[in-house]
């Protein structure tokens, strides 16, 4: 996990030997100030960026991770809850389809063969989403500012949600699908009692 910065109250959430300063906030309106101010005390949290996880499952098939445990993501793209829910519903629907314990290693394999790109993917923008939303007056933040009124808007906008090729990306996942796509062929839905098998690319080989 990397921060952005070190200090002394460096545990996320951890409460501050003093109050946070307000002078750092001698800039906004005042009446942020006037309710500053009313504070006793302050919460101070970091975001962290974490790197990707080399994997989420257990090779034996007796755990697995989801939601924040794989894949925390700065909230700058707003889809942290979202994707969580997208991982329950691919991995409920994986584990549907199988009816041995011994088939646990190939739906989760399969589940993690569906979410890992994408999830990837979600959190590298979050990651962008941070340096567009907070550049400073100048050069990068003109050039942000005009790219954002040309029209139609183009591939690459920096507002994600109008992006006409990442925004159909992002809200328009398609959970059945995605684990048709990458379920073992001629693996019916039932699993795969009875039958050998050994680990491969999705966890198992027919």
């Known amino acids: ?23 750092h906030h001698d800039n906004l309106f005042k009446r942020i100030g006037k309710l500053l101010a ?20 257990h090779h034996s098939g007796t755990f697995t991770l989801l939601g924040d445990a794989a894949h925390a993501t700065l909230p700058y793209l707003a889809s942290g809850a979202g994707m969580s829910l997208e991982d329950a519903a691919v991995l409920g629907e994986c584990l549907s389809r199988i009816s041995s314990k011994s088939d646990l290693p190939l739906a989760l394999s399969v589940y993690e063969t569906c979410r890992k790109k994408r999830t990837t993917r979600v959190v590298q923008r979050g990651n962008v989403q941070q340096r567009l ?74």
């Open 1 to 23: 996990m990397r921060c952005e910065k070190s200090t002394k109250t460096g545990i996320q959430g951890a409460l501050p030997s003093h109050p946070f300063p307000l002078s």
């Open 133 to 206: 939303y907070h550049l400073h007056d100048g050069p990068d933040q003109r050039e942000r500012d005009a790219r954002m009124r040309v029209v139609p808007t183009p591939t690459g906008e920096c507002l994600a949600w109008r992006d006409p090729e990442f925004a159909p990306w992002l809200l328009g996942y398609e959970v059945l699908g995605d684990v048709e796509a990458n379920w073992p062929k001629g693996v019916e839905k039932g699993g795969m009692e009875g039958r050998r098998w050994e680990r491969g690319k999705f966890g198992a080989k027919l």
């Open 38 to 57: 009313l504070c006793e005390s302050v919460y101070k949290w970091k975001l962290c960026i974490r790197e990707e996880l080399p994997n989420w499952s």
